[in-house]
């Protein structure tokens, strides 16, 4: 009550308590707003709704509803098999068939590849065994060989050769005595060492002679 009159003072006196406010000071005629028009505010005094009167308005405008966001959502194409990647048992048994004789043929020419040279290859034309061995024909060349296998032979370099037989290592040395061809053109032809080459000539040269004329001295 004191701050109401202390806002409505008077120059003039002080107010007591049987001092009344009029209706005309408060707002709309309500006392609980305290009091606010006064004579030097009446011009400036502002009028605002009440909080609860006031209602926000929407606009009105003709807006066209808005639509859903719409994406374009790209669609994959599956790749449809081929008739080429897509097997059936039949054509998928026919390849197999194919590459096990493809893989026999090569298989096939490699070991032809590997194939050594031997007395055997030519044992049939006499006119070869002429040129790579000398000796008329091959009967010749196996009589030699069984001499030979009279004697027991003492290998030049101090171990055996089992990777070729007898008449293939005596028709090696008279090959090397006909033609002269080097020690690695020989283990090329017979898919062996040239130590090996070495081995079976030095061996097959002398040690036969040798034993011949043990022989011959005794006899003698």
């Not at 055996?160 to 037989?165: C, E, F």
Request: glycine share 4%; charged share 25%.
């Amino acid at each position: 009550m004191r701050n109401k009159f202390m806002i409505c003072r008077r120059a003039d006196r002080n107010p007591t308590r049987e001092d009344r406010l009029c209706s005309c000071h408060f707002v709309n005629g309500d006392k609980t707003l305290g009091p606010t028009i006064f004579p030097w505010n009446k011009e400036g005094i502002w009028e605002f709704p009440a909080p609860e009167q006031s209602k926000r308005k929407r606009k009105t405008e003709d807006t066209a509803p808005l639509s859903p966001l719409q994406v374009e959502i790209p669609q994959v194409v599956q790749p449809t098999p081929s008739t080429s990647t897509v097997m059936s048992p039949a054509l998928d048994s026919a390849e197999i068939f194919f590459l096990r004789e493809e893989n026999k043929t090569l298989k096939q020419q490699l070991k032809e590849g590997e194939k050594r040279f031997s007395f055997k290859d030519i044992s049939s034309d006499d006119s070869l065994v002429f040129k790579y061995t000398g000796l008329p024909t091959s009967a010749h060349v196996l009589m030699l060989s069984r001499l030979l296998l009279r004697f027991k032979l003492t290998y030049y370099c101090g171990w055996k050769v089992d990777i070729l037989s007898h008449v293939d290592q005596l028709f090696c040395t008279l090959v090397k005595l006909r033609l002269n061809l080097h020690l690695f053109d020989l283990a090329y032809r017979f898919k062996v060492s040239d130590t090996t080459i070495q081995n079976i000539v030095i061996t097959y040269l002398y040690y036969p002679i040798a034993n011949i004329n043990i022989k011959i001295e005794t006899l003698g």
